[in-house]
């Protein structure tokens, strides 16, 4: 959530700060009566919260000089429903001040470029060099049905569109992924965790998935509980609502889940192939940490999303994302793209952003700095989607014949 008592402070600045991540003029009009109606109860208090401090005062040098309270007492006991009444509409225009703000995206850092979509990111450097083809490269689901290793029809029979399933070498080298990712974050000091699946509304409202997204949400019919999206989510919420000792910061964590996603604003995008499905793997970094070193944070995740693929020898190129392209809860965000020669292009593959603390005020995930309480800040990235890491691997890989190489560092993971 972005920061009230900075709004209240300088409403202009953030309002100009928000509609550069095209928030629109009409809601944050709507948030400024808020504000101002939140202000003027806080003010109506205070007046009488003083009033009533003063009356107190002179109740007691009335006992102690013995004249009639009667009147006095009167005075005092109407202005305690006044007060009473105050705190009730300070109350209610503090809630709704919050719930719209629940709606409102992360204020964006000033060094993210402006622009409208993911044409106006900026990119930032290109990392190993794409390998040139004597014949023209196959895409990946091409090769994956020749292969044998994804069946698109079997997992629309099973489910819907955009589910697939994987058999033999297909299935062994997403194992194979999930494992040397895993291994390969913990070496760089990011604890391993196995989380849940499935999380309640609470865990989704914290990282700001709801209420804006719930249409792309898995949701339960018979309970208030929704399949991850990412396990951004659970691995983050795990600090809901406590505070921790500046000593156990930062808290790095790396989880494997499966993703579950509607996809429901990507109707007729990447329809073929596995480049957005309805269910998907991913290996995922969280990081919890103090504001003064997120950004040396930020930098070890991006780092070690890259240091993976470099691993895998996958070409691919760093991003800086426009405002029109950030995520709703990302201050900035740094994406991952990998080169995909069947496709001609670079691709996401994994997007590492730092929400400051925008997702600490909403899961109130709090720190001990000195005798004060402060919202720590959260960061993640994908490291890496897996079903894209395998349609990387098939593209660039691949021999005229159709045979797909495998990359050296996963063959002790194959037996090989």
Known sequence: MIDLKLLQ????????????????????????????????????????????????????????????ISELKARVDANKIKVAEAIEVQREAQEELEKMAMAIPNVPDDSVPDGADEADNVELKKVLTPREFSFTPKEHWELAEKNGWIDFERGVKLATSRFSVSFGMGARLERALINFMLDFNRERGFEEVSVPALVNRTALEGTGQLPK?????????????????????????????????????????????SCFRKEAGAAGRDTRGMIRQHQFHKVELVAITTPDTSEIMFEQMVNCASDILTALELPHRLVNLCTGDLGFSAAHTTDIEVWLPGQ????????????RAFQARRAKIRYKNGKKNEMVHTLNGSSLAVGRTLVAIMENYQNEDGSIDIPQVLKPYLGM
């Open 344 to 355: 001609n292009q670079y691709r996401e593959i994994s997007s590492i952003s730092n929400t």
């Open 9 to 68: 402070k300088d409403f202009e600045t953030m309002s100009k700060k928000l509609q550069r991540k095209g928030v629109d003029a009409t809601l944050l009009e709507q948030l400024k009566v808020k504000n101002e109606t939140l202000k003027l109860a806080k003010t109506a208090f205070e007046t009488l919260q003083a009033a009533q401090n003063a009356m107190s005062k002179e109740f007691g040098i009335y006992k102690r000089e013995g004249k009639d």
């Open 213 to 257: 997204f719930e249409e792309d949400l898995y949701k339960m019919e018979s309970q208030e509980l929704f399949l991850i999206p990412t396990a951004e989510v659970p691995v983050t919420n795990l600090y809901q609502d406590e505070i921790l000792s500046a000593d156990e910061l930062p808290k790095r964590m790396t989880a494997y889940t």
